[in-house]
């Protein structure tokens, strides 16, 4: 389906249009690889997804929520007067959480294998904070708390009590706490903001290591209600709902790279027509929790890797493309890439022209470049690209800001469907 812009734009009385700029910080996942760390952070990550498959969940989709390799950020405020908060940007789920100020103080119930087999400990599959005694525990698990900002809901006048727990999660681990009620704003360019009062928010008290490592203090979900937990109104939907948006519609667009400087911007209540181009594809949403659809075949210049039609979702939570590995290895091989099973990449020589990986979606063809497919990491160069195994998933390939990148993405939940347009800087 093809538009223009006038079709949306026009009519609107109601609500406005807010804009904020993205921030682009490292992922977890390039940190420790950088720093040497990863070995022992994955070989712990993949033990907690046994454990969680095995006590929790019963299955544990290795696709969702993976904030190892979140780099888009915004800065946020809740309660009166405004307690300023760091939020990753997410449309692979739809809850918004903080840490709180009771974070750290949770008693921790750490996975059996930490604590019956000292060898986890040893290999460092388990971290300090799940070695030894309980109440060192304990005191490790605080340690991740200590360099959040924190929520303090006794300093806010508009704040709530709900009184209800929250638990999500995740392969790495887990997030709990309690719901409160308290006035969002979502800090926007030239002094405005998205204020929505009364918002549904969750106070964690407890956090995965993983974020030990990160910048954020919580997440910001993007994606429709069905996913939420506790089946809470995401705070873009209560906008909407609220008519203070002029249009069910949110455009994400990103202009930069990691240690630029440069993100890009996320315009809701409209199309962003200062950076997009007036010609969208439009594609129907599947499943309407994530953002999900059909896509018809994936190829590079050799020729195609699939021509059945799979599912794929869209997330802004990944600096990566991912796939099913038969896929993934097809396009690596390829495009004259090798993997490395220590640092889990698609290695290249730096100085390799990398073709095109084209991917087709309602009969367009949208073609992810060279400069956004492959990124350096110190002394080597690697594909943006990731296998993962799809079991249970319902999706067999996750485009995330590399594809992003390349192509403006309209968010249009009224429609339940997706449109991509070519940014006006690449034309």
């Not at 039609?309 to 290895?329: C, E, L, P, V």
């Not at 367009?364 to 943006?384: D, E, I, Q, R, W």
Request: overall charge positive.
């Amino acid at each position: 389906m093809k538009f223009l812009i006038f079709v949306i734009c026009c009519g609107l009385v109601a609500g406005d249009v807010f804009k904020h700029d993205i921030n682009l910080v490292e992922s977890v996942r390039n940190r420790l690889i950088r720093t040497g760390q990863w070995d022992a952070h994955k070989t712990k990550s993949d033990l907690m997804r046994i454990e969680a498959k095995h006590q929790i969940l019963g299955s544990v989709p290795e696709t969702i929520n993976d904030y190892e390799s979140s780099i888009l950020t915004t800065n946020i405020t809740l309660g009166t007067p405004p307690q300023n908060f760091v939020a990753f940007l997410d449309t692979g789920s739809s809850n918004l959480w903080v840490a709180d100020k009771t974070c750290g103080q949770k008693i921790v119930s750490c996975p059996d294998f930490c604590i019956d087999q000292p060898e986890y400990c040893k290999s460092g599959a388990c971290s300090s904070t799940c070695c030894g005694s309980r109440a060192n525990i304990n005191a490790g698990k605080k340690k991740v708390c200590d360099i959040k900002n924190k929520f303090d809901s006794s300093k806010s006048t508009s704040y709530v009590k709900n009184g209800r727990g929250f638990s999500i999660y995740y392969s790495y681990g887990q997030v709990e706490g309690f719901l409160g009620q308290d006035t969002l704003a979502i800090a926007g360019n030239k002094g405005k903001s998205l204020s929505i009062t009364n918002t549904v928010f969750a106070q964690a008290n407890l956090l995965p290591d993983v974020f030990l490592n990160s910048p954020a203090d919580g997440i910001l979900g993007l994606a429709f209600a069905s996913l939420a937990e506790d089946n809470i109104v995401p705070p873009i939907l209560d906008a909407i709902k609220r008519k203070l948006l002029d249009a069910p519609v949110f455009t994400v667009y990103l202009n930069g790279y990691v240690g630029t400087g440069k993100g890009g911007v996320i315009t809701y209540g409209a199309i962003d027509t200062d950076n997009c181009g007036s010609d969208i594809n439009y594609v129907g949403i599947t499943i309407p929790a994530w953002f999900q659809f059909n896509l018809d075949s994936v190829s590079t210049s050799l020729g195609s890797v699939t021509n059945v039609k799979t599912q794929a979702t869209s997330d802004t939570g990944r600096d990566y493309i991912a796939g099913t590995q038969a896929f993934t290895d097809s396009i690596a091989k390829s495009l004259g890439a090798t993997y490395d099973p220590k640092t889990q990449f698609y290695q290249i020589d730096c100085k390799k022209a990398v073709s095109d990986v084209i991917f087709t979606i309602a009969g367009n063809k949208y073609p992810v470049k060279a400069v956004n497919m492959v990124s350096k990491h110190g002394s080597f160069c690697a594909l943006n690209l990731r296998s993962f195994d799809a079991n249970g998933a319902g999706h067999s390939w996750v485009l995330g800001t590399p594809f992003m990148r390349q192509y403006c993405h309209i968010h249009d939940l009224g429609n339940r469907r997706l449109g991509f347009a070519t940014p006006k800087s690449q034309k």
